[in-house]
């Protein structure tokens, strides 16, 4: 069942949020989708700078925001393809950088909801429910661009969530950055 049709941003972004696959499956296939995917990413970003705008230090982190959106969105891509067509590719795939690109970028599209976070009780709800579609559509997005089965989608996510973790913490070391909570 489609829910949206066309190929306008905000008919994507809506399907996308909504979980809809022939979005994910239409937006993988589509070339000149991945501007688009890149304004999603901004734009949920943005969202997520407003909604924190209550917080101490959200002001300062707002515009490198932006930037480490976009930059983790590239490399997340990069990494769920390297392992996806690589590590663990059952039978040869067809997928490209590109596809997965496309659909991860448009699985942030309920990122939007972060906009709210700043609304006192029920904003930073709101902006849960809208990371975890946010989750749920980045597999979705895994599953479709690599055309793979729900199981091998599912080895992917835990495997690309371990090297996240691990990059995570080194580049943490690094830098001098302090993780305790």
Same mark, same amino acid.
């Given at each position: ?75 997340? /891509?990069?990494? +769920? ?5 690589? =590590?663990?590719? @059952?039978?040869?795939?067809? !997928?490209? #950088? &590109? ?55 599912? /080895?992917?996510? +835990? ?5 996240? =973790?691990?990059? @995570?913490?080194?580049?943490? !070391?690094? #830098? &001098? ?5």
């Amino acid at each position: 069942m489609r829910a949206t049709g066309g190929d306008s941003l905000v008919q994507r972004m809506i399907g996308a949020a909504r979980l809809d696959v022939p979005t994910y499956e239409e937006v993988e296939r589509d070339e000149g989708a991945t501007p688009q995917a890149a304004i999603v990413v901004v734009l949920a970003s943005l969202a997520a700078g407003i909604g924190a705008l209550g917080n101490d230090d959200a002001t300062a982190g707002f515009f490198s925001g932006l930037l480490s959106s976009l930059l983790g969105w590239v490399v997340g /891509a990069a990494l +769920i393809f390297f392992i996806g067509t690589r =590590l663990l590719a @059952g039978s040869a795939t067809s !997928a490209s #950088f &590109g596809q997965v690109a496309r659909t991860t970028g448009f699985a942030n599209a309920a990122g939007l909801l972060a906009v709210f976070g700043f609304i006192p009780i029920v904003g930073p709800i709101i902006a849960i429910v809208g990371a975890i579609f946010v989750l749920i559509g980045t597999f979705i997005a895994i599953r479709s661009s690599l055309d793979i089965s729900t199981g091998r989608a599912i /080895a992917v996510v +835990i495997a690309y969530f371990i090297v996240a =973790l691990v990059i @995570g913490f080194l580049l943490a !070391a690094i #830098f &001098g950055v302090d993780l305790s909570i």
